[in-house]
Structures are given as structure tokens and as C-alpha cells.
Nanobody, 124 residues
Framework: QVQLVESGGGLVQAGGSLRLSCAAS????????MGWFRQAPGKERGFVAA????????YYADSVKGRFTISRNNAKNTVYLQMNSLKPEDTAVYYC?????????????????WGQGTQVTVSS
């Protein structure tokens, strides 16, 4: 089992920045690829970003490319999502998740472990 706890969400104005953190415990963190997903009211949970467990390769949804950055610190068992130039359409609950897939895990079904989520609200 892997336990994941997100933090760092909040209310921010459009154009602002937030950094989300996801602390992992329970298993060897470096053995897992990590991802961020988000779910807005009335919408399905969608892929935001992922980082490989092997070489740190990163993957992004087109809607966040150039604005969001995913990173990980294996010594701290933590994955981050730096979000810049935030837009009202980025408003959602953000979830981190862990996968044993090697690279490019874009689908929620690729991930076995999930956090509880953190709310991000971007005001216009």
C-alpha cells in the first residue's frame, strides 16, 4: 500500500501561482511513477501531468503545458506540481496518484493509489 497526502491548494487570482505537494508513505517511493489529475464539478477526472519512476521524464496535458511543472524529490518521498499563470478553468480538485507503470501513464486506470485531493480555485 502507498498512502498519498496532497497539500498546497487554495484560492488564487488568475495569473497567480500555487505549488501542490504530495507526500507518500508506505512503500519505496522511487519505485513508483507519479501523476497529477484534476476533476472539476460535473466533469470527469482528467490527466494533468506525470513523472517517470525511471529517468524523471515528464508528461503534460496540452492545456497545462508551459504553465505547470511536475517534479519529484525521492529523498523526501514527495512529488510537486508547480502551477503558474493560473486560469479560472484550472479550478478543480487536484489528486496525486502512484503507478507502477514505467513511462507515460496518462490514464486514471494506470494508477493504483490515490490521495484524497486538494481544492484549487482560481478567481477571475
Amino acid at each position: 500500500q502507498v498512502q498519498l497526502v496532497e497539500s498546497g491548494g487554495g484560492l488564487v487570482q488568475a495569473g497567480g501561482s500555487l505549488r501542490l505537494s504530495c507526500a507518500a508513505s508506505g512503500r519505496t517511493f522511487s519505485n513508483y511513477g507519479m501523476g497529477w489529475f484534476r476533476q472539476a464539478p460535473g466533469k470527469e477526472r482528467g490527466f494533468v501531468a506525470a513523472i517517470s519512476r525511471y529517468d524523471g521524464s515528464t508528461y503534460y496535458a496540452d492545456s497545462v503545458k508551459g504553465r505547470f511543472t511536475i517534479s519529484r524529490n525521492n529523498a523526501k518521498n514527495t512529488v510537486y506540481l508547480q502551477m503558474n499563470s493560473l486560469k479560472p478553468e484550472d479550478t478543480a480538485v487536484y489528486y496525486c496518484a502512484a503507478t507502477t507503470a514505467g513511462w507515460g501513464a496518462y490514464y486514471a486506470s494506470d494508477y493504483a493509489y490515490w490521495g484524497q485531493g486538494t481544492q484549487v480555485t482560481v478567481s477571475s
